[in-house]
């Protein structure tokens, strides 16, 4: 059974960085695509950022510019490099594991940005 969990989040100010990891417990990265989601409260899941298997990124509007998503074949972790932070970056963020029938979540991880 995979896992993945997530470290990282945490309260910063506006203008702060943070970098989300997403450690997987085995090595997935060949054939899955994996991805950064988010959830404000009363708020719908919403895709930050994309990687494919063959490296086609893809980032949400709203984060472009700010945010970088990465990964380490060697540790089997994937991150969310997050700049210049905003109030309305605010939510709990999910890394997504998938491929065909197989999707996997992280437990989430809350980013706070408040001054």
């Known amino acids: 059974q995979v896992q993945l969990v997530e470290s990282g989040g945490g309260v910063v100010q506006p203008g702060g960085s943070l970098r989300l990891s997403c450690a997987a417990t085995?090595?997935?990265?060949?054939?899955?695509?994996e991805a950064w989601y988010r959830q404000a409260p009363g708020r719908v899941r919403e895709l930050v950022a994309a990687i494919t298997p063959g490296d086609n990124i893809n980032y949400a509007d709203a984060v472009k510019g700010r945010f970088t998503i990465s990964r380490d074949i060697a540790k089997n972790t994937l991150y969310l490099q997050m700049s210049a932070l905003k109030p309305e970056d605010t939510a709990v963020y999910f890394c997504?594991?998938?491929?065909?029938?197989?999707?996997?979540w992280g437990q989430g991880t809350q980013v706070t940005v408040s001054s």
């Open positions: 085995r090595n997935m990265f060949d054939i899955y695509s």
């Open positions: 997504n594991f998938h491929y065909g029938p197989n999707d996997y």
